[in-house]
């Protein structure tokens, strides 16, 4: 079974940084996008930011300019750098990724989470 563990998360005051990280491990990465989502109680999950196998980082709006995407050469991490957190960032972050076992299919594979709370 694949392990997605998506670590870094915090309680930080307005304006302050946070570096989230997700590791892979057992699996192996399909080479799509590995991407960060966020959810609030109550409302749907949202995308925040996703990578391409060729490095090249994606961004929801609300995010440009303030948080940065990245991965290491292995494809095994995946990080985000978060600079001038606001409270509307407040949410459980969480990481998707596509892996397949050895000689098997690819499949979507979330990390469990981990919670960003931003005060004012």
């Known amino acids: 079974q694949a392990r997605v563990g998506d670590t870094g998360g915090g309680s930080v005051q307005a304006g302050g940084s946070l570096t989230l990280s997700c590791v892979v491990s057992?699996?192996?990465?399909?080479?799509?996008?590995m991407n960060w989502y966020r959810q609030t109680p109550g409302k749907e999950r949202e995308f925040v930011s996703g990578?391409?196998?060729?490095?090249?980082?994606r961004y929801a709006d609300s995010v440009k300019g303030r948080f940065t995407i990245s991965r290491d050469n292995a494809k095994t991490t995946v990080y985000l750098q978060m600079n001038s957190l606001k409270p509307e960032d407040t949410a459980m972050y969480f990481c998707?990724?596509?892996?397949?076992?050895?000689?098997?299919?690819?499949?979507?594979?979330w990390g469990q989470g981990t919670q960003v709370t931003v005060s004012s």
């Open positions: 990578i391409s196998s060729d490095g090249s980082g």
């Open positions: 057992d699996y192996l990465n399909c080479g799509n996008d």
């Open positions: 998707a990724i596509w892996l397949r076992p050895p000689g098997g299919l690819c499949s979507d594979y």
